[in-house]
Protein backbone atom coordinates (compact mmCIF):
# COMPACT_ATOMS: atom_id res chain seq x y z
CA UNK A 1 0.00 0.00 0.00
CA UNK A 2 1.08 3.36 -1.21
CA UNK A 3 1.89 6.07 1.85
CA UNK A 4 -0.39 8.66 0.09
CA UNK A 5 -3.16 5.54 -0.05
CA UNK A 6 -2.67 5.13 3.24
CA UNK A 7 -2.86 8.70 4.37
CA UNK A 8 -6.07 8.76 2.10
CA UNK A 9 -7.70 5.79 4.45
CA UNK A 10 -6.31 7.69 7.62
CA UNK A 11 -8.27 11.23 6.26
CA UNK A 12 -11.46 9.06 6.55
CA UNK A 13 -11.31 8.64 10.36
CA UNK A 14 -11.60 12.11 11.78
CA UNK A 15 -10.66 12.61 15.36
CA UNK A 16 -13.23 13.52 18.23
CA UNK A 17 -12.93 17.16 17.74
CA UNK A 18 -13.46 16.89 14.01
CA UNK A 19 -16.46 14.57 13.86
CA UNK A 20 -18.73 17.26 11.64
CA UNK A 21 -16.12 16.36 8.62
CA UNK A 22 -16.97 12.73 9.30
CA UNK A 23 -20.71 13.30 9.16
CA UNK A 24 -20.24 15.41 5.88
CA UNK A 25 -18.29 12.33 4.34
CA UNK A 26 -20.86 10.14 5.61
CA UNK A 27 -23.70 12.72 3.69
CA UNK A 28 -21.58 12.41 0.59
CA UNK A 29 -21.27 8.80 0.36
CA UNK A 30 -24.66 8.41 0.73
CA UNK A 31 -25.42 10.72 -1.62
CA UNK A 32 -23.57 8.81 -3.97
CA UNK A 33 -25.03 5.94 -3.29
CA UNK A 34 -28.95 7.08 -3.98
CA UNK A 35 -27.78 8.57 -6.94
CA UNK A 36 -26.73 5.64 -8.59
CA UNK A 37 -29.05 3.28 -7.23
CA UNK A 38 -32.20 5.51 -8.39
CA UNK A 39 -30.26 5.59 -11.50
CA UNK A 40 -29.86 2.09 -12.24
CA UNK A 41 -33.30 1.64 -11.11
CA UNK A 42 -34.83 3.49 -13.55
CA UNK A 43 -32.43 2.60 -16.70
CA UNK A 44 -33.49 -1.73 -15.50
CA UNK A 45 -37.18 -0.41 -15.71
CA UNK A 46 -36.79 1.96 -18.83
CA UNK A 47 -35.00 -1.14 -20.34
CA UNK A 48 -37.86 -3.84 -19.12
CA UNK A 49 -40.64 -1.21 -20.94
CA UNK A 50 -38.39 -1.60 -24.04
CA UNK A 51 -38.00 -4.89 -24.04
CA UNK A 52 -41.56 -5.94 -23.29
CA UNK A 53 -42.56 -3.58 -25.83
CA UNK A 54 -40.50 -5.03 -29.00
CA UNK A 55 -41.45 -8.58 -27.75
CA UNK A 56 -45.81 -7.70 -28.07
CA UNK A 57 -44.55 -5.59 -31.12
CA UNK A 58 -42.96 -9.09 -32.84
CA UNK A 59 -45.99 -10.85 -31.25
CA UNK A 60 -47.98 -8.81 -33.74
CA UNK A 61 -46.24 -8.18 -36.75
CA UNK A 62 -43.70 -10.20 -38.96
CA UNK A 63 -40.15 -9.61 -38.88
CA UNK A 64 -40.29 -8.81 -42.35
CA UNK A 65 -42.72 -7.97 -44.43
CA UNK A 66 -42.70 -8.15 -48.70
CA UNK A 67 -44.64 -5.54 -50.49
CA UNK A 68 -45.37 -4.50 -53.55
CA UNK A 69 -45.30 -0.43 -54.06
CA UNK A 70 -46.17 0.03 -57.82
CA UNK A 71 -49.91 -0.56 -58.97
CA UNK A 72 -52.32 -1.98 -57.02
CA UNK A 73 -49.99 -2.78 -54.78
CA UNK A 74 -51.75 -6.65 -55.16
CA UNK A 75 -48.89 -9.59 -55.43
CA UNK A 76 -50.41 -11.36 -58.39
CA UNK A 77 -47.89 -14.51 -57.92
CA UNK A 78 -47.28 -14.68 -54.00
CA UNK A 79 -45.54 -18.91 -54.42
CA UNK A 80 -42.79 -17.29 -56.63
CA UNK A 81 -42.05 -14.39 -53.77
CA UNK A 82 -42.39 -16.85 -51.18
CA UNK A 83 -39.80 -19.20 -52.31
CA UNK A 84 -37.28 -16.29 -53.16
CA UNK A 85 -38.08 -15.24 -49.50
CA UNK A 86 -37.74 -18.75 -48.01
CA UNK A 87 -34.13 -19.31 -50.26
CA UNK A 88 -32.28 -16.91 -47.62
CA UNK A 89 -31.00 -19.55 -44.82
CA UNK A 90 -31.49 -16.76 -42.30
CA UNK A 91 -35.61 -16.78 -42.50
CA UNK A 92 -37.43 -20.24 -40.69
CA UNK A 93 -40.43 -19.58 -42.88
CA UNK A 94 -42.54 -17.67 -45.03
CA UNK A 95 -45.97 -17.13 -46.19
CA UNK A 96 -48.59 -14.88 -47.93
CA UNK A 97 -51.28 -12.65 -46.20
CA UNK A 98 -54.04 -10.85 -47.24
CA UNK A 99 -55.15 -7.59 -45.26
CA UNK A 100 -56.98 -4.66 -45.64
CA UNK A 101 -59.53 -1.96 -43.61
CA UNK A 102 -62.36 -3.03 -42.90
CA UNK A 103 -65.88 -2.22 -40.72
CA UNK A 104 -67.30 -5.21 -38.60
CA UNK A 105 -70.71 -4.85 -37.01
CA UNK A 106 -72.81 -6.52 -34.44
CA UNK A 107 -75.86 -5.13 -33.49
CA UNK A 108 -76.00 -1.30 -33.83
CA UNK A 109 -72.45 -1.20 -33.20
CA UNK A 110 -69.99 -0.67 -36.62
CA UNK A 111 -66.55 0.13 -35.69
CA UNK A 112 -63.13 -0.20 -38.28
CA UNK A 113 -60.69 -2.74 -37.96
CA UNK A 114 -57.66 -4.04 -39.92
CA UNK A 115 -58.35 -8.00 -40.65
CA UNK A 116 -55.35 -9.91 -41.70
CA UNK A 117 -56.00 -13.29 -43.64
CA UNK A 118 -52.98 -15.38 -42.73
CA UNK A 119 -52.64 -19.18 -43.15
CA UNK A 120 -52.89 -21.04 -39.52
CA UNK A 121 -51.04 -23.57 -40.80
CA UNK A 122 -47.65 -21.92 -41.84
CA UNK A 123 -46.07 -21.12 -38.54
CA UNK A 124 -44.59 -17.65 -39.65
CA UNK A 125 -47.80 -16.34 -39.56
CA UNK A 126 -49.26 -16.79 -36.06
CA UNK A 127 -46.29 -17.48 -34.37
CA UNK A 128 -46.41 -14.58 -32.15
CA UNK A 129 -49.80 -13.74 -31.45
CA UNK A 130 -49.98 -17.65 -29.83
CA UNK A 131 -48.64 -16.15 -26.13
CA UNK A 132 -51.71 -13.83 -26.17
CA UNK A 133 -54.81 -15.77 -26.70
CA UNK A 134 -56.69 -15.96 -23.47
CA UNK A 135 -59.96 -17.90 -25.34
CA UNK A 136 -60.26 -20.43 -27.66
CA UNK A 137 -57.38 -21.76 -30.13
CA UNK A 138 -55.91 -20.15 -33.07
CA UNK A 139 -56.26 -23.83 -34.98
CA UNK A 140 -60.54 -22.66 -35.08
CA UNK A 141 -59.37 -19.69 -37.25
CA UNK A 142 -61.52 -20.57 -40.80
CA UNK A 143 -62.98 -23.72 -39.53
CA UNK A 144 -66.64 -23.77 -40.34
CA UNK A 145 -69.09 -23.81 -36.88
CA UNK A 146 -72.59 -24.30 -37.49
CA UNK A 147 -74.87 -21.24 -36.11
CA UNK A 148 -78.48 -21.70 -36.83
CA UNK A 149 -78.24 -23.78 -40.09
CA UNK A 150 -75.47 -22.05 -41.57
CA UNK A 151 -71.77 -22.66 -41.51
CA UNK A 152 -69.31 -19.92 -41.00
CA UNK A 153 -65.94 -19.40 -40.60
CA UNK A 154 -64.32 -18.83 -36.86
CA UNK A 155 -62.17 -15.58 -36.90
CA UNK A 156 -60.25 -14.27 -33.75
CA UNK A 157 -60.20 -10.74 -32.70
CA UNK A 158 -58.62 -8.75 -29.56
CA UNK A 159 -60.69 -8.50 -25.93
CA UNK A 160 -60.81 -5.11 -26.49
CA UNK A 161 -63.22 -5.03 -29.60
CA UNK A 162 -65.21 -7.98 -28.29
CA UNK A 163 -66.15 -5.46 -25.44
CA UNK A 164 -66.60 -2.85 -28.02
CA UNK A 165 -68.91 -4.44 -29.52
CA UNK A 166 -70.41 -6.58 -26.74
CA UNK A 167 -69.94 -9.74 -28.06
CA UNK A 168 -67.86 -13.09 -26.49
CA UNK A 169 -66.62 -16.29 -27.68
CA UNK A 170 -69.11 -18.07 -30.22
CA UNK A 171 -71.44 -15.39 -31.39
CA UNK A 172 -71.86 -13.91 -34.69
CA UNK A 173 -70.17 -10.69 -35.79
CA UNK A 174 -70.01 -9.20 -39.61
CA UNK A 175 -67.12 -7.72 -41.95
CA UNK A 176 -67.88 -5.46 -44.55
CA UNK A 177 -64.89 -5.13 -47.20
CA UNK A 178 -64.56 -1.58 -49.19
CA UNK A 179 -64.58 -3.70 -52.14
CA UNK A 180 -68.01 -3.42 -54.15
CA UNK A 181 -70.17 -6.15 -56.19
CA UNK A 182 -72.99 -5.69 -58.07
CA UNK A 183 -76.42 -6.59 -56.63
CA UNK A 184 -80.11 -6.15 -57.53
CA UNK A 185 -80.01 -3.17 -55.49
CA UNK A 186 -76.96 -1.47 -57.26
CA UNK A 187 -73.37 -1.85 -56.17
CA UNK A 188 -73.14 -3.49 -52.57
CA UNK A 189 -69.99 -3.44 -50.16
CA UNK A 190 -69.18 -6.85 -49.92
CA UNK A 191 -69.73 -8.30 -46.55
CA UNK A 192 -70.08 -11.96 -44.73
CA UNK A 193 -70.58 -13.30 -40.89
CA UNK A 194 -67.88 -14.81 -38.84
CA UNK A 195 -68.07 -16.61 -35.75
CA UNK A 196 -65.91 -14.87 -32.90
CA UNK A 197 -64.18 -18.33 -31.56
CA UNK A 198 -60.84 -16.99 -30.66
CA UNK A 199 -59.97 -14.04 -28.07
CA UNK A 200 -56.48 -12.39 -27.85
CA UNK A 201 -55.22 -9.70 -25.24
CA UNK A 202 -51.80 -8.27 -26.10
CA UNK A 203 -52.31 -5.45 -23.79
CA UNK A 204 -51.65 -2.86 -25.95
CA UNK A 205 -55.17 -1.33 -26.66
CA UNK A 206 -54.69 0.19 -29.83
CA UNK A 207 -54.21 -3.54 -31.68
CA UNK A 208 -56.49 -5.55 -29.09
CA UNK A 209 -59.13 -2.81 -30.20
CA UNK A 210 -58.75 -2.81 -34.11
CA UNK A 211 -57.05 -5.90 -35.42
CA UNK A 212 -58.97 -8.88 -36.83
CA UNK A 213 -57.47 -12.41 -37.56
CA UNK A 214 -59.44 -14.79 -40.10
CA UNK A 215 -57.83 -17.65 -42.49
CA UNK A 216 -56.40 -16.53 -45.96
CA UNK A 217 -59.27 -18.29 -48.10
CA UNK A 218 -61.78 -16.13 -46.33
CA UNK A 219 -60.11 -13.16 -46.84
CA UNK A 220 -59.75 -13.72 -50.66
CA UNK A 221 -63.54 -14.81 -50.60
CA UNK A 222 -64.47 -11.59 -49.03
CA UNK A 223 -62.15 -9.26 -51.15
CA UNK A 224 -63.58 -11.08 -54.05
CA UNK A 225 -60.21 -11.90 -55.66
CA UNK A 226 -58.16 -14.96 -56.56
CA UNK A 227 -55.29 -16.65 -55.62
CA UNK A 228 -53.13 -13.43 -54.86
CA UNK A 229 -51.57 -11.07 -51.54
CA UNK A 230 -51.23 -8.47 -50.31
CA UNK A 231 -47.62 -8.92 -48.87
CA UNK A 232 -45.67 -11.28 -48.07
CA UNK A 233 -44.89 -12.23 -43.99
CA UNK A 234 -41.64 -13.88 -42.58
CA UNK A 235 -40.00 -14.62 -39.61
CA UNK A 236 -35.99 -15.15 -39.22
CA UNK A 237 -34.46 -17.20 -36.95
CA UNK A 238 -32.77 -13.79 -35.46
CA UNK A 239 -35.53 -11.44 -35.01
CA UNK A 240 -32.64 -8.61 -35.01
CA UNK A 241 -31.08 -9.48 -37.85
CA UNK A 242 -34.16 -8.52 -39.86
CA UNK A 243 -32.32 -5.20 -41.39
CA UNK A 244 -29.35 -7.13 -42.49
CA UNK A 245 -31.82 -9.76 -44.43
CA UNK A 246 -34.03 -6.95 -45.44
CA UNK A 247 -31.24 -5.17 -47.27
CA UNK A 248 -30.12 -8.68 -49.01
CA UNK A 249 -33.61 -9.91 -50.40
CA UNK A 250 -33.92 -6.16 -51.52
CA UNK A 251 -30.93 -6.78 -53.98
CA UNK A 252 -32.21 -10.22 -54.76
CA UNK A 253 -35.72 -9.79 -55.62
CA UNK A 254 -35.82 -5.67 -56.25
CA UNK A 255 -38.17 -3.75 -57.72
CA UNK A 256 -41.41 -3.42 -57.94
CA UNK A 257 -40.96 -5.15 -54.07
CA UNK A 258 -39.73 -3.80 -50.96
CA UNK A 259 -38.56 -5.72 -48.37
CA UNK A 260 -38.89 -3.86 -44.85
CA UNK A 261 -38.08 -5.50 -41.38
CA UNK A 262 -39.67 -4.64 -37.89
CA UNK A 263 -37.09 -2.51 -36.85
CA UNK A 264 -37.49 -0.23 -39.58
CA UNK A 265 -41.73 -0.30 -39.56
CA UNK A 266 -41.81 0.60 -35.49
CA UNK A 267 -37.88 2.56 -36.08
CA UNK A 268 -39.85 6.07 -34.76
CA UNK A 269 -41.30 4.25 -31.46
CA UNK A 270 -37.81 3.03 -30.49
CA UNK A 271 -36.13 6.15 -30.98
CA UNK A 272 -38.67 7.72 -28.63
CA UNK A 273 -37.73 5.17 -26.31
CA UNK A 274 -33.58 5.61 -26.53
CA UNK A 275 -34.52 9.55 -26.48
CA UNK A 276 -36.79 9.01 -23.18
CA UNK A 277 -34.31 6.32 -21.76
CA UNK A 278 -31.05 9.00 -22.36
CA UNK A 279 -32.93 11.67 -20.92
CA UNK A 280 -33.78 10.08 -17.99
CA UNK A 281 -30.05 8.91 -17.34
CA UNK A 282 -28.83 12.46 -17.72
CA UNK A 283 -31.83 13.85 -15.63
CA UNK A 284 -30.93 11.55 -12.60
CA UNK A 285 -27.42 12.07 -13.15
CA UNK A 286 -27.68 15.36 -11.52
CA UNK A 287 -28.87 13.42 -8.41
CA UNK A 288 -24.85 11.94 -8.38
CA UNK A 289 -23.38 15.80 -9.76
CA UNK A 290 -25.40 16.89 -6.54
CA UNK A 291 -23.35 14.45 -4.15
CA UNK A 292 -20.11 15.39 -5.80
CA UNK A 293 -20.65 18.93 -4.60
CA UNK A 294 -20.78 17.30 -1.33
CA UNK A 295 -17.42 15.54 -2.20
CA UNK A 296 -15.76 18.97 -2.85
CA UNK A 297 -17.01 20.60 0.39
CA UNK A 298 -15.65 17.90 2.09
CA UNK A 299 -12.11 17.55 0.85
CA UNK A 300 -12.18 21.24 0.41
CA UNK A 301 -12.99 21.44 4.55
CA UNK A 302 -10.35 18.28 5.19
CA UNK A 303 -7.34 20.61 3.26
CA UNK A 304 -7.96 23.89 5.68
CA UNK A 305 -8.02 21.62 8.81
CA UNK A 306 -5.20 19.40 7.14
CA UNK A 307 -2.64 22.42 6.75
CA UNK A 308 -0.11 21.60 9.19
CA UNK A 309 -0.28 18.05 8.36
CA UNK A 310 0.24 18.78 4.59
CA UNK A 311 3.24 21.28 5.33
CA UNK A 312 5.18 18.86 7.85
CA UNK A 313 4.71 15.91 4.63
CA UNK A 314 6.20 18.67 2.47
CA UNK A 315 8.96 19.52 4.51
CA UNK A 316 9.83 15.63 4.55
CA UNK A 317 10.11 15.63 0.95
CA UNK A 318 6.46 14.93 -0.25
CA UNK A 319 5.91 16.05 -3.93
CA UNK A 320 3.28 18.23 -4.86
CA UNK A 321 1.91 15.67 -7.10
CA UNK A 322 2.21 13.14 -3.79
CA UNK A 323 0.16 15.79 -1.75
CA UNK A 324 -2.79 15.92 -4.87
CA UNK A 325 -3.26 12.25 -5.28
CA UNK A 326 -3.61 12.07 -1.15
CA UNK A 327 -6.80 14.12 -1.48
CA UNK A 328 -7.91 12.47 -5.13
CA UNK A 329 -7.66 8.69 -3.54
CA UNK A 330 -9.64 9.97 -0.16
CA UNK A 331 -12.53 11.47 -3.06
CA UNK A 332 -12.65 8.39 -4.94
CA UNK A 333 -12.83 6.38 -1.78
CA UNK A 334 -15.81 8.03 -1.06
CA UNK A 335 -17.43 7.84 -4.64
CA UNK A 336 -16.23 4.14 -4.91
CA UNK A 337 -17.56 3.42 -1.61
CA UNK A 338 -21.06 5.31 -2.78
CA UNK A 339 -21.08 4.01 -6.79
CA UNK A 340 -20.48 0.55 -5.81
CA UNK A 341 -22.68 0.65 -2.92
CA UNK A 342 -25.28 1.92 -4.81
CA UNK A 343 -24.97 0.05 -7.83
CA UNK A 344 -25.40 -3.11 -5.67
CA UNK A 345 -28.38 -1.84 -3.78
CA UNK A 346 -30.21 -0.85 -6.89
CA UNK A 347 -29.48 -4.58 -8.38
CA UNK A 348 -31.01 -6.02 -5.01
CA UNK A 349 -33.68 -3.48 -5.59
CA UNK A 350 -34.04 -4.42 -9.40
CA UNK A 351 -34.37 -8.21 -7.89
CA UNK A 352 -37.06 -7.26 -5.81
CA UNK A 353 -39.39 -5.64 -8.43
CA UNK A 354 -38.92 -8.66 -11.19
CA UNK A 355 -39.37 -11.06 -8.46
CA UNK A 356 -42.33 -9.64 -5.88
CA UNK A 357 -43.98 -7.37 -7.96
CA UNK A 358 -45.24 -5.20 -5.42
CA UNK A 359 -45.49 -1.85 -7.91
CA UNK A 360 -49.28 -2.16 -9.35
CA UNK A 361 -49.86 0.09 -12.53
CA UNK A 362 -53.37 1.62 -13.07
CA UNK A 363 -55.29 -0.76 -15.52
CA UNK A 364 -56.30 0.46 -18.87
CA UNK A 365 -53.40 3.11 -18.69
CA UNK A 366 -50.65 0.70 -19.33
CA UNK A 367 -50.34 -2.26 -21.33
CA UNK A 368 -48.45 -4.01 -18.19
CA UNK A 369 -50.15 -4.34 -14.65
CA UNK A 370 -46.30 -4.12 -12.79
CA UNK A 371 -43.47 -2.30 -13.48
CA UNK A 372 -41.05 -4.76 -16.17
CA UNK A 373 -37.64 -4.97 -15.00
CA UNK A 374 -34.40 -6.29 -17.01
CA UNK A 375 -31.31 -6.37 -15.38
CA UNK A 376 -28.41 -5.52 -18.30
CA UNK A 377 -25.08 -5.31 -17.16
CA UNK A 378 -24.31 -2.84 -19.95
CA UNK A 379 -26.25 0.12 -17.60
CA UNK A 380 -24.81 -1.09 -14.22
CA UNK A 381 -21.42 -0.80 -15.67
CA UNK A 382 -22.48 2.99 -17.80
CA UNK A 383 -23.64 4.27 -14.18
CA UNK A 384 -20.74 3.15 -12.23
CA UNK A 385 -18.29 4.67 -14.87
CA UNK A 386 -20.33 8.16 -15.08
CA UNK A 387 -20.56 8.39 -11.31
CA UNK A 388 -16.77 7.80 -11.22
CA UNK A 389 -15.59 10.02 -13.80
CA UNK A 390 -18.07 12.59 -11.64
CA UNK A 391 -16.31 12.09 -8.45
CA UNK A 392 -12.87 11.88 -10.00
CA UNK A 393 -13.90 15.89 -11.22
CA UNK A 394 -15.27 16.64 -7.76
CA UNK A 395 -11.61 15.69 -6.06
CA UNK A 396 -9.26 17.43 -8.18
CA UNK A 397 -9.80 21.09 -7.12
CA UNK A 398 -9.38 20.30 -3.36
CA UNK A 399 -6.36 18.30 -4.62
CA UNK A 400 -5.05 21.04 -6.45
CA UNK A 401 -5.68 23.34 -3.10
CA UNK A 402 -3.88 21.15 -1.04
CA UNK A 403 -0.54 20.83 -3.37
CA UNK A 404 -0.83 24.90 -3.58
CA UNK A 405 -0.06 25.00 0.27
CA UNK A 406 3.25 26.29 1.19
CA UNK A 407 5.12 24.96 4.47
CA UNK A 408 6.84 28.20 5.12
CA UNK A 409 3.52 29.90 5.41
CA UNK A 410 1.94 27.43 7.67
CA UNK A 411 4.51 26.33 9.74
CA UNK A 412 6.36 29.77 9.98
CA UNK A 413 4.60 30.64 13.73
CA UNK A 414 4.57 26.74 15.21
Not at 4 to 32: D, M, P, Q
Not at 242 to 257: D, F, K, Q, S, W
Not at 377 to 388: G, L, W
Request: with cysteine; net charge neutral.
Amino acid sequence: MSWELFVGLRYLRSRRSESFVSVITLISTLGVLLGVMVLTVALSIMTGFEQDLRSRILGLHPHLRVSKKIGNGLIEKPDEIVAAVRGDARVLDAAAVVQSQMLVSSGDYLIGVFARGVDPEVPSSLFGIKDYVTEGSLSDIGKRFDVEGSQLPGIMIGRELADKLLVERGDVIRLMSPRFSASPLGAMPRSRRFVVETLYNSGMLEYDSALVFMSLGDARALFGVGPIATGIEARLADPYQAPEVAAALNERIGMPYWVESWTDAHRNVFAALKLEKTAYFLILLLIILVAAFTIVSTLYMVVMEKRRDIAVLKTMGATDASIARVFVLKGLLIGGVGTFGGALVGFLGCLALARYHFIDLPPGVFYVSTLPVRIEASNFMMVTAASMVICFGACLFPAWKAARVVPVDVLRYE
